[in-house]
């Protein structure tokens, strides 16, 4: 791409349409004990940045520990408690809590309570989205996501597991 054609691209729109997302709209995007709702998947940001809303129920174990090459990841909890394992440590974060991954950063999530967790979370490039919706699709037939579906599934999209961590 030219200078010309990147700086076209990245320049404001003459009338950019506003996106809005009401409460029961958004893409659902059920990972095992899981769901996501995705609120911008980054066509209306240029991909600049995506955001989901995800809910994960009770005694919630997420990914393998993991690093993304090419974005940013930042998770901010609504409600309950979510433990972010980053390498060796934990971090227990509560409703209020900000949480941001830089790229090459390995990191895992799980809810380990007794209450849901709600977290929104943001992908900056959005590149990462369409990672949940392949994911979603190896779970058609109702199993939890694998190691090897959620490994395999997370290549595609510059991102690898931690296996120095594993």
Do not use: C, W
């Not at 579906?149 to 961590?165: G, H, Q, V």
């Amino acid at each position: 791409m030219s200078m010309t054609e990147q700086a076209a691209a990245n320049a404001p729109q003459a009338d950019p349409a506003v996106s809005v997302v009401g409460p029961s709209d958004g893409e659902t995007i059920v990972l095992g004990t899981t769901r996501m709702r995705v609120l911008e998947d980054g066509s209306h940001t240029g991909h600049r940045l995506a955001i989901a809303e995800s809910v994960l129920a009770p005694h919630t174990q997420g990914p393998p520990q993991h690093r993304h090459a090419r974005h940013d990841e930042g998770f901010y909890i609504l409600s309950g408690t979510v433990r972010f394992t980053v390498g060796h440590e934990n971090h227990d974060a509560a409703a209020g809590t900000l949480v941001m991954v830089p790229p090459g950063t390995p990191h895992t999530f799980a809810n380990l309570t007794d209450q849901p967790a709600v977290m929104l979370s943001t992908f900056t490039p959005d590149l990462y989205v369409q990672y949940f919706r392949d994911l979603q699709e190896v779970l058609a037939g109702g199993q939890p996501p694998t190691p090897k579906a959620t490994i395999d599934a997370m290549s595609r999209y510059a991102t690898e597991p931690a296996a120095d961590l594993a």
